[in-house]
T-cell receptor
């Protein structure tokens, strides 16, 4: 398995500001992913964080709004830029790959409220 | 393309009675299928997974699911519900679990005393 931590666990932010969320894994992993869970909704994949190259974004998500870094195999950040109340969600990172028996493990999430 | 449909947004059962949460999938290939549980204000936990081995999969906390290719279903069951089972349950499909996975819309399970 993999142990994943996220910082911050929650935050309340003002409209127009940006927040960077960190995801740390206790082992080197190939695949890291970022998800959004809007209130009362399921999880939607934002992007796949690729080590050493740009992230791969899903339809409806763009790099200018959600820039992602992946400097090494144990760490990634997601920034939510120019926030609006519609960005209020839980943001989760997950890891997966053959070394993890093809399962995905999820971090505890970051609960973001935008006023 | 892959997709997953959870047929019930909310299921309510009495404690001690059986639980059935329904899930249908669509996949171009032999899929991997998962059930995750999310308790209020807690993270996601894997209940069980199917990856082309036995079609009846046993998971944690007494849950199990059966993969039925002819019906494209992967329903989650438990013989006897416990109050602690109250949570949100997600059915998940992947053609390559090392890569992108797709979440269903979720089923909220409520347990009546």
């Amino acid at each position: 398995s993999a142990v994943i931590s996220q910082k911050p666990s929650r935050d309340i932010c003002q409209r127009g500001t940006s927040l960077t969320i960190q995801c740390q894994v206790d082992s080197q992993v190939t695949m890291m992913f970022w998800y959004r869970q809007q209130p009362g909704q399921s999880l939607t994949l934002i992007a796949t964080a690729n080590q050493g190259s740009e992230a791969t974004y899903e339809s409806g998500f763009v790099i200018d709004k959600f820039p992602i870094s992946r400097p090494n195999l144990t760490f990634s950040t997601l920034t939510v830029s120019n926030m609006s109340p519609e960005d209020s969600s839980i943001y989760l990172c997950s890891v997966g790959g053959r070394a993890l028996y093809n399962e995905q493990f999820f971090g505890p999430g970051t609960r973001l409220t935008v006023l | 393309a892959q997709s997953v449909t959870q047929l019930d947004s909310h299921v309510s059962v009495s404690e001690g009675t059986p639980v059935l949460l329904r899930c249908n999938y669509s996949s171009s290939y032999s899929p991997s299928l998962f059930w995750y549980v999310q308790h209020p204000n807690k993270g996601l936990q894997l209940l069980l997974k199917y990856t082309s081995a036995a079609t009846l999969v046993k998971g944690i906390n007494g849950f199990e699911a059966e993969f039925k290719k002819s019906e494209t279903s992967f329903h989650l069951t438990k013989p006897s519900a416990h109050m602690s089972d109250a949570a949100e349950y997600f059915c998940v499909v992947s053609e390559n679990p090392a890569s992108k996975i797709i979440f269903g819309s979720g089923t909220r399970l409520s347990i009546r005393p």
